[in-house]
C-alpha cells in the first residue's frame, strides 16, 4: 500500500478530512522551504502538494504565479525541487508528498531519470496539469515501476466519459478543481460541488479532494462535510507571499493557518457526522 493509501485509509478510520496545502518549492526562497513543510505539517497537514516552478503554469492564478516567478528568481528547477523533498524526509517519513506542475521538467529530466529519482527522493505522486491521463503512456508505466501515483484533475464539465478515463488511470486520489477558472478565482458552490462529487463517486473508488477556491477556514470546513481531501493553495502560497521579505517568519503564520483549518473541517465534519448529514 502507497503512503497515499495510508493516509487516506487511516484518516477515513478517524471519521476525518485530509487537509492538503500546496507550496511552491523555493518560495520565497529555497532556503526555508523544508521548514515551511514541517511547519505544515505540525499545524495539522496530512498531505503536502509541492509545486514544481513553471515559467507558464497556465491553470494557476496570479498569486501561484507570482510564487513561480519568486522561486525561479532563485533558479529552482526539478532537480532541486526533489533535493528539497530528500531533505525533508530526513524528519518525516510518514507525510505524503505529492509533486505539482508541468510536463516540460519531466520531459527536459527525462521521464526515466525522474522517476527513478522522485522515488529515491521520497515523493509519492505526480500530478502533472498538462498531461492528459490518455497521452500519459510511457510516464505512466515508469511512475508504475517506482510505485508513485499519478494524480489526474476532474472539473465540473468533465462528462462521465472523462471521468471514467481519468479514474481508470489515477492512483492515489484524484483532484477536482471546484470551479471554472484558475487557482484563486471566483467563490465556490458547496452544494454544486456536492452534486458532483455524487457523480465522481458513482464511477470512482479512490479519495476525492476539492481544490479551487477554498480561501479560509469556514471554506475549508464547508468542503470537509463532502470531500475526502480539502486542497487549499492560493490562500496558503498567499500568506507566503504577504511575509516574503522576512522568509525566516513565515513558518509560525503558517502553522496558525494550517490549525485554525484543521479545527473548523474536524468540528464540521464530528458535528455533520452526529446529524447524519454527512455526505463524504
Do not use: W
Not at 61 to 66: C, F, N, Y
Not at 192 to 212: H, N, S
Request: charged share 20%.
Amino acid at each position: 500500500m502507497s503512503r497515499i493509501a495510508e493516509c487516506f485509509e487511516a484518516l477515513r478510520a478517524q471519521g476525518r478530512t485530509a487537509l492538503v496545502p500546496y507550496i511552491t518549492a523555493g518560495d520565497p526562497e529555497p532556503g526555508v522551504t523544508v521548514e515551511l513543510m514541517h511547519a505544515l505539517v505540525e499545524g495539522g497537514a496530512d498531505l503536502i502538494e509541492l509545486g514544481v516552478p513553471f515559467s507558464d503554469p497556465m491553470a494557476d492564478g496570479p498569486v501561484i504565479q507570482a510564487a513561480c516567478e519568486r522561486a525561479l528568481q532563485h533558479h529552482v528547477g526539478l532537480r532541486q525541487v526533489l533535493d528539497l523533498v530528500g531533505a525533508f524526509r530526513k524528519r518525516d517519513a510518514r507525510t505524503p508528498v505529492v509533486l505539482m506542475g508541468y510536463l516540460n521538467p519531466l520531459e527536459a529530466m527525462g521521464y526515466g531519470a525522474f522517476a527513478s529519482a522522485a522515488r529515491a527522493a521520497g515523493v509519492d505522486g505526480v500530478l502533472i496539469v498538462d498531461l492528459p491521463p490518455e497521452e500519459g503512456g510511457e510516464l505512466l508505466r515508469l511512475l508504475d515501476e517506482e510505485a508513485l501515483d499519478p494524480i489526474f484533475l476532474l472539473s465540473p464539465t468533465s462528462t462521465e466519459a472523462r471521468i471514467d478515463s481519468v479514474c481508470a488511470r489515477a492512483r492515489g486520489y484524484v483532484y477536482y478543481v471546484s470551479l471554472k477558472g484558475v487557482t484563486g478565482a471566483d467563490t465556490l458552490n458547496v452544494s454544486q460541488v456536492a452534486e458532483r462529487l455524487g457523480l465522481i463517486r458513482a464511477r470512482c473508488t479512490l479519495p476525492v479532494g476539492v481544490g479551487f477556491g477554498i480561501k479560509d477556514a469556514s471554506t475549508a470546513a464547508q468542503v470537509a462535510q463532502v470531500a475526502d481531501a480539502v486542497i487549499v493553495g492560493s490562500a496558503v502560497v498567499r500568506l507566503v507571499e504577504t511575509h516574503a521579505d522576512q522568509p525566516q517568519s513565515i513558518a509560525e503564520p503558517l502553522r496558525a493557518l494550517m490549525q485554525s483549518m484543521r479545527e473548523a473541517m474536524d468540528g464540521a465534519v464530528q458535528a455533520s457526522d452526529l446529524l447524519g448529514e454527512s455526505n463524504r
